[in-house]
């Protein structure tokens, strides 16, 4: 088929070789309640029980295993509203890199604290009036350090594509997998891992209303940049899907669709009282197309990715009593 797109399959194998040991295999949770509402046969991958709490690590690992000695003596540098920044902390000290994390003034304090946790430097700037990827290459061209961006990387794609080959693998073929879409690094390796498994999979990335840039591109036939969304889906902020991402899920016949704020904090309610699993907003992009009938899943068998589970207790109490 495509051999022009900047993952593989294979590259996803060996991403899944590379975390061998060090990525859990993350559990697959069914709920009959779930099922029920949406007459359908739901496969939930917990990626809110990975470490770091989200899927990032898959990827971070990847890319930084991959660096020549030159570039882990020199050390690696990012820019994250929190997970990836976190994966990138802990990948690097895994492997014995330093680590630089630029991070927004208003990223939520866990995650701040969790990156310098890992023993990632953390440098603040402000989203709404800064680039962040300036900020990153002034620091990386000063010292020296290597930028691995949080979604447009083929070996952060081939990385986030371990989860879904773990669900193929346990639950065999699925008519549709829904993703969380921020920046298309997982839905990207998600596709390329469904195509493989399920080639006449469903797959559908799921955006929040407010910042459906992804939607946008995918019907133009180009990337589409917005301004940062305003959205509880903290993780989902992104302006824009990458040069990498874009014509990974455009080839592979991704779609998107979207969820509203009110509809994600109804799935975070449904998540914690019925499944006993506290899932980030973003975490419940997926699973809110589902259950608020963004997508048609009646009868079908639907792998949904619970992409991750950090938020504040507080902020977590405060947004279910609203
Ligand atoms: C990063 C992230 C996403 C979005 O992933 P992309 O690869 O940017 O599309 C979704 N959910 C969580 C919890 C994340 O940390």
């Not at 295993?65 to 540098?77: I, K, L, N």
């Not at 709404?128 to 961006?149: H, K, L, N, W």
């Not at 346990?170 to 298309?184: A, H």
Request: hydrophobic fraction near 45%; aromatic fraction near 6%; proline fraction near 5%.
């Amino acid at each position: 088929m495509t051999t022009d797109l900047s993952i593989a399959y294979e590259d996803v194998v060996q991403a899944h070789q590379r975390l061998d040991g060090i990525a859990h295999r993350t559990p697959v949770m069914r709920s009959r309640t779930a099922d029920e509402r949406c007459g359908a046969n739901l496969f939930f991958k917990c990626e809110t029980l990975q470490h770091i709490g989200a899927f990032k690590i898959r990827g971070a690992y990847n890319a930084i295993a991959q660096f020549t000695p030159h570039q882990r003596e020199g050390g690696v540098v990012t820019f994250s509203s929190g997970n990836h920044g976190q994966a990138i902390a802990r990948a690097a000290q895994l492997l014995g890199v330093r680590a630089v994390v630029v991070m927004p003034l208003d990223a939520p304090a866990m995650k701040v604290a969790a990156t310098e946790g890992y023993g990632g430097e953390v440098v603040r700037y402000d989203r709404y009036a800064e680039d962040p990827s300036q900020i990153v290459a002034a620091i990386a061209e000063e010292r020296g350090m290597t930028f691995i961006p949080p979604f447009d990387h083929p070996h952060v794609m081939a990385g986030q594509g371990t989860a879904a080959k773990e669900l193929f693998e346990e639950v065999g073929p699925l008519d549709m997998i829904v993703t969380p879409l921020g920046g298309g690094g997982l839905l990207s390796g998600t596709a390329v891992a469904a195509r493989h498994f399920a080639p006449g999979c469903d797959i559908v990335g799921v955006e929040p209303e407010a910042g459906n840039d992804g939607q946008q591109s995918l019907a133009k036939g180009e990337i589409v940049r917005i301004a940062t969304p305003v959205t509880i889906a903290d993780a989902a902020q992104s302006r824009s899907l990458g040069r990498h991402t874009f014509p990974v899920l455009q080839q592979l016949g991704a779609r998107v669709v979207t969820v509203t704020d009110d509809q994600l904090v109804d799935t975070m309610a449904f998540m914690a009282a019925r499944m006993k699993l506290v899932v980030e907003p973003t975490g419940c992009l997926a699973a809110a197309a589902v259950f608020h009938g963004a997508v048609a899943v009646r009868g079908l068998r639907v792998g949904i990715v619970l992409s991750g589970g950090n938020i504040d207790l507080a902020r977590f109490a405060k947004l279910i009593g609203s």
